[in-house]
């Protein structure tokens, strides 16, 4: 069932929204060669507990971190450890927070004090995948309309969409109808209406787009050890231009895509 939010829902679910976007930048900028991903985890929770926030992820479906964390060929869900970051990997921060009674779902790839050139254009298209999509979530358009954009924007720089995982609507739990793929599938028909909340998330391989599960049950990677980045906004379907809900303070929150 897909929830719509009314004004009130809104009310409590953007400052929900603004923390996350918060708390992922201060741990972006937390990220340098040398610190542990378990020091980086710590760090987030500091972070939200200073905000008055929880972590969403911590505990759900027993995840047993604060945030995940996933290093270069790590594609999503990655625990914290004594895993010492090094200059040149790429690290995904995907952060949920609970705040309110409502979730903010965002996520960024960063480099740890700087990068290749490919794994930077990597960065790039799946950030701008983001963007793409985002600006398909507009009122009588459907899902598969997001999906389209993002594959096609992924694709046309040669670069692969991970199918096992997807984005989704978000609002008094992480994961609310609809699911969002970041490929088109047939079932994605639902058509967007205003008041609807998505995690829009695309994953992109520098590879191959399979994917396996290591050991640990939670840490999925690329199958061919390729680089992977992933990129994700809250986003509100409006009755004009979609709105970014966790966008970083200071910046709009209304999508221009050329």
């Excluded at 809104?10 to 996350?20: F, G, K, S, T, V």
């Excluded at 996933?70 to 690290?91: T, Y």
């Excluded at 409502?102 to 701008?128: N, Y």
Aim: aromatic share 6%; with cysteine.
């Amino acid at each position: 069932m897909i929830i719509l939010k009314s004004e009130r829902d809104l009310e409590a679910m953007r400052p929900a929204c603004n923390i996350a976007a918060s708390v992922l930048d201060e741990v972006s900028a937390f990220i340098q060669p040398g610190v542990t991903t378990r020091e980086v985890d710590a760090y987030a929770a500091v972070r939200m507990k200073h905000y008055g926030a929880r972590s969403a992820f911590l505990g759900y479906r027993k995840f047993p971190c604060q945030i995940c964390i996933s290093v270069n060929e790590q594609i999503v869900h990655g625990l914290a450890g004594p895993r010492r970051l090094e200059f040149g990997d790429i690290v995904s921060l995907d952060i949920g927070v609970m705040y309110n009674g409502f979730v903010g779902d965002t996520a960024r790839t960063v480099a740890v004090g700087g990068c290749s050139v490919a794994a930077q254009r990597l960065m790039d298209v799946t950030e701008q995948s983001l963007a793409e999509g985002i600006a398909q979530a507009v009122e009588g358009n459907r899902v598969m309309d997001i999906s389209r954009a993002i594959q096609n924007y992924v694709e046309g720089n040669g670069f692969s969409v991970v199918r096992e995982f997807v984005g989704h609507g978000v609002g008094r739990t992480v994961h609310e109808d609809p699911q969002i793929p970041n490929f088109v599938d047939p079932k994605s028909k639902q058509k967007l209406r205003p008041g609807m909340t998505l995690a829009i998330e695309p994953m992109v391989n520098a590879g191959s787009p399979s994917v396996k599960v290591l050991n640990d049950g939670w840490t999925v990677v690329t199958q061919d050890g390729s680089l992977s980045a992933h990129f994700e906004h809250t986003v509100l379907v409006t009755e004009a231009e979609p709105e970014i809900l966790t966008c970083p303070v200071g910046t709009p929150s209304k999508l221009k895509v050329p």
